[in-house]
């Protein structure tokens, strides 16, 4: 069983930046994927970042952030982080954590992830 705890949401001006973090705990096999995920109110939950947690750290971003969403891996806290930059108003969401890719789709997925957190809320204002 594997535990996510996202943090480091909250109010935030377009144009800054800030970080997400999301904490694993539990048995996590190496050589897996962590990705970040986003529902605001008016969309589907869409994945937007992923990490490939094996020695390459292989990355995957949806065209809609490339460029100002950034995704890493620290394997001794076993935590991914999301760094925002340059957020906009349409960055409004709450962001989820997942891990452990266990059925086909690809890293960006929902479906393929077996593990989830229970969010964390970023809220842009203009």
């Known amino acids: 069983q594997v535990e996510l705890v996202e943090s480091g949401g909250g109010s935030v001006q377009a144009g800054g930046s800030l970080t997400l973090s999301c904490a694993a705990s539990?048995?996590?096999?190496?050589?897996?994927?962590m990705a970040w995920f986003r529902r605001s109110s008016n969309s589907e939950r869409e994945g937007v970042a992923a990490i490939y947690t094996g020695p390459s750290r292989a990355t995957r971003y949806a065209a809609s952030v490339s460029g100002r969403f950034t995704i890493s891996f620290d394997d001794t806290n076993m935590t991914t982080y999301m760094r925002i930059d340059n957020v906009e108003p349409e960055d409004t969401a709450r962001y989820y954590c997942?891990?452990?890719?266990?059925?086909?789709?690809?890293?960006?997925?929902?479906?393929?992830?077996?593990?989830w957190g229970q969010g964390t809320q970023v809220t842009v204002s203009s």
């Open positions: 539990g048995y996590m096999p190496t050589g897996n994927w």
């Open positions: 997942a891990a452990l890719i266990v059925k086909s789709g690809g890293p960006l997925s929902r479906s393929a992830y077996k593990y």
